[in-house]
Nanobody, 115 residues
Framework: QVQLVESGGGLVQAGGSLRLSCAVS????????MAWYRQAPGKQREFVAL???????RYADSVKGRFTVSRDNAKNTVTLQMNSLKPEDTAVYYC?????????WGQGTLVTVSS
């Protein structure tokens, strides 16, 4: 079973930056699309960003222009660079493929943005 380990979260002031990483326990070179999702307190998990095997990216409107997703197939990692963070970005962030492995969600990494 694949394992997903997210890291890099923390507490940051509004306007600050964080870089999240996701380590995948298997090769991602054959996985067409990897993605980041987030779940804010009291809300459902939502899509944040994805990157295809060819490097094409897509973002939720709420993060477009502020977040950048990348992947390193050699290291089996996916990264989310988050800039100009806003309090509404506060959530637990998860990586997974798109569409997701439903039985492989990791613990996520908590991002808290203070105003």
């Amino acid at each position: 079973q694949v394992q997903l380990v997210e890291s890099g979260g923390g507490l940051v002031q509004a306007g600050g930056s964080l870089r999240l990483s996701c380590a995948v326990s298997r090769s991602i070179s054959s996985i067409t699309t990897m993605a980041w999702y987030r779940q804010a307190p009291g809300k459902q998990r939502e899509f944040v960003a994805l990157i295809t095997g060819g490097g094409s990216t897509r973002y939720a409107d709420s993060v477009k222009g502020r977040f950048t997703v990348s992947r390193d197939n050699a290291k089996n990692t996916v990264t989310l660079q988050m800039n100009s963070l806003k309090p509404e970005d506060t959530a637990v962030y998860y990586c997974n493929k798109s569409p997701p492995w439903n039985d492989a969600w990791g613990q996520g990494t908590l991002v808290t943005v203070s105003s």
